[in-house]
Every structure is written in C-alpha cells, then in structure tokens.
C-alpha cells in the first residue's frame, strides 16, 4: 500500500496503523508529533489510526538541546 510520508511516496504493509509505521521507522517509544489526515495525533491514538491507499502522515522528531 502507498502512502506519504512526510511528503514523499512510502510503501507499507497492508493494515498498518501509525503505532507500527513508527515501529518500522525506528521511531517507537521516541518524543515525535504525527499528524495523520491533516490531524495531530496523540500517542494513546497511534494504535486505532489505521493507514489506507495514500494517506498523508507527517512525522516530527522532538529533540531538545540548549
């Protein structure tokens, strides 16, 4: 299945939610803002939102530093 990810194309596996995209991004468990659809995300939600056919998904890393 095709999607956007970040505004290039990214191919995943059929019924994948944002939880194991971030898995197999190697983003699991990391500080990151997902936008799915044009909506923010919170983490209790990455579970529940499945990916379909070209969906948009947006991902931001959150890193700190002084």
Do not use: C, F, S, W
Not at 23 to 28: M, V
């Amino acid at each position: 299945m095709n999607i956007h990810l970040n505004g290039k194309p990214h191919q995943v596996k059929a019924a994948t939610n944002i939880a194991e995209l971030l898995i197999e991004l190697g983003l699991d468990g990391r500080p990151v803002v997902v936008e799915h659809r044009l909506q923010a995300l919170l983490p209790k939600e990455y579970p529940e939102a499945a990916l379909t056919e070209n969906d948009q998904v947006e991902i931001i890393t959150i890193v700190a530093g002084g």
